[in-house]
């Protein structure tokens, strides 16, 4: 003990940060490493997105419900109507930038049944976005390979494809596993890898094939390989229920971005960061992949006839490739597509395992004890084993051959990018209606859009409800039961699974949940939280 005229030995008070201030007064303690930059934030998304990634892997689905305006046209519609719902949720996450982000901000404006509902789907979607984007990375793994080499072809089978996806998954778990630091650096690389390779591809695809499509043909020609209408291209069901059928090439694409939200307690000057790295990552895919989609449409070749080849176009982007590029250039532009869908996928992993994080965080999935636990590097190391194992099995369904008109079609593939759309972005959704509802009772952040959310949030909503929908219809006639045709194989099961998901929500919530889920817990004492409010 010290003598009374012996001075007290003060130890100094570590002085927190903007960011660990305004997540104090949120209710956190800043337990995730905060060594990301805003450029890194934006990454993420940007990464995610992927147009390397979505444009090429769902080609398919846009050009056969539609043809080349399914793309031309669908594609810079879309993209606008995504760059509203992308201001919504910047004002967001600037006011609340937690790693919870959507269904974070669900109960802080709705309660915990809002708050409930919301984290279930978003985590239903994220599952869902780094099984479909990690699948269709090794599908181009496969297709890469099988392009340059004949033999490897010729043993196709979609058992090899799946291996390929789980080996994808458990690279991209480990990788994320080793450190938080190393993913930023891998997304950081990703953008250039992005932007980089997509500008090469644009201009492999301009300067090499022998012959390019003309604007015509890009700008106004139809095709119909849906099975519906008997291929008609004029009447209204092309226009109202084929065509945006297609949606899914675009709002599959433009998809993921909540991450900058989820990665924002890691993020340095998290208010301001996070909220331009989503309406950017947004704005500069949206741009990029109107670009290079033009490219791939513009060098469909002519079959012998000399008429474009939509049927060989109808196939996806890698028949094209090998057609219009010759199969060294094809390997070389599916190599380019196949590395930015594993940074697509490893960044997926992220994204999803901090939002499993923070969820578990708070009581919400069974085994949250074990879930939110951190390593020593301070990574949701289990959280991203969860996630990978959740993602192999929503994908089992792959393994079963589906043949439409005599042509493989990865129906599976389409139900799981689907399952993730309807599912991350009716999270999206919940939030933006209640912020809207909140009106001018909404805490503002240092990035707000004013009094523009007063038209911008319902029409994010409305897009989101319309697309959702379109989204749950049998895609083919084979799919639906009222037809003599119909088998199960066929069947688009994201209906499936997010009705059936949203129903067993509702009687778990009901029967359970609601008497213990409260919403966001405090990690931090309540005297804490009010002296920052004061």
């Known amino acids: ?130 099984a479909g984007v990690s699948y269709g990375c090794a599908t181009f793994i496969d297709l890469t390979v099988s392009t340059y080499s004949e033999s490897f072809a010729a043993d196709y089978s979609l058992t090899r494809v799946f291996l390929i996806f789980v080996v994808v998954l458990a690279l991209a778990s480990v990788l994320n596993i080793f450190s938080s630091h190393l993913m930023a650096i891998m997304n950081n690389v990703s953008v250039w890898w992005h932007v980089v390779g997509a500008s090469l591809i644009v201009l492999v695809l301009i300067f090499v094939p022998d012959q390019h499509q003309s604007f015509s043909y890009v700008f106004t020609e139809r095709f119909n390989n849906s099975g519906y209408a008997d291929g008609s291209t004029t009447n209204l069901a092309f226009w109202f229920a084929i065509v945006p059928f297609g949606f899914l090439l675009t709002q599959y694409t433009i998809t993921g971005f909540d991450a900058c939200a989820h990665l924002s307690e890691e993020t340095a000057e998290a208010s301001k960061a996070a909220a331009k790295g989503i309406w950017r990552s947004i704005f500069y895919s949206v741009l990029g992949g109107y670009i290079l989609l033009l490219c791939v449409v513009f060098a469909i070749p002519n079959n012998e006839a000399g008429q474009p080849d939509n049927a060989l176009a109808g196939g996806g982007v890698q028949p094209i490739f090998l057609a219009a590029l010759g199969q060294n250039w094809a390997t070389f532009v599916l190599f380019i597509s196949a590395s930015a869908q594993f940074f697509c996928a490893t960044s997926c992993m992220t994204s999803a395992s901090r939002m499993t994080f923070a969820f578990s965080r708070d009581g919400a999935i069974p085994g949250s004890p074990t879930l939110q636990r951190l390593t020593r590097t301070r990574v949701p190391a289990n959280a991203v084993v969860f996630v990978g194992v959740a993602a192999a099995v929503l994908t089992l369904p792959a393994l079963i051959e589906v043949d439409v008109n005599g042509t493989p079609v990865p129906l599976a593939f389409y139900a799981v990018t689907s399952i993730a759309v309807i599912g991350l972005y009716l999270a999206f959704a919940i939030p933006i209606f209640l912020r809207w509802r909140h009106g001018d009772r909404f805490e503002l952040g240092s990035w707000n859009n004013g009094s523009k959310y007063k038209w911008m949030n319902p029409i994010a909503v409305a897009e989101i409800v319309i697309v959702c929908v379109f989204l749950m219809m049998p895609t083919t006639p084979a799919a639906n039961p009222f037809r003599d045709e119909f088998e199960w194989k066929f069947v688009n099961y994201a209906p499936i699974v997010t009705v059936g998901a949203l129903v067993v929500l509702t009687i778990w919530w009901f029967a359970s949940a609601r008497h213990w889920f409260k919403g966001p817990k405090h990690t931090i004492d309540q005297a804490v939280v009010e002296a920052f409010d004061d």
Not at 63 to 87: D, K, M, Q, R, T
């Open 1 to 130: 003990m010290p003598e009374a005229h012996e001075p007290v030995p003060t130890h100094p008070v570590p002085e927190l940060s903007d960011d660990e201030k305004h997540l104090a007064r949120l209710g956190y303690k800043q337990d995730l490493n905060r060594s990301w930059s805003g450029f890194s934030n934006f990454a993420i998304s940007f990464s995610i997105i992927s147009i390397l990634a979505g444009c090429f892997t769902n080609f398919g689905a846009g050009f056969n419900n539609g043809g080349p305006i399914s793309i031309s046209w669908s594609w810079p519609i879309l993209g606008a109507f995504i760059l509203i719902i992308g201001f919504t949720m910047s004002e967001l996450v600037s006011a609340y930038p937690t790693s919870g982000g959507i269904y974070w901000w669900a109960s802080k404006l709705g309660g915990p049944a809002a708050g409930f509902f919301t984290g279930w789907l978003n985590l239903i979607g994220l599952v869902a976005v780094t």
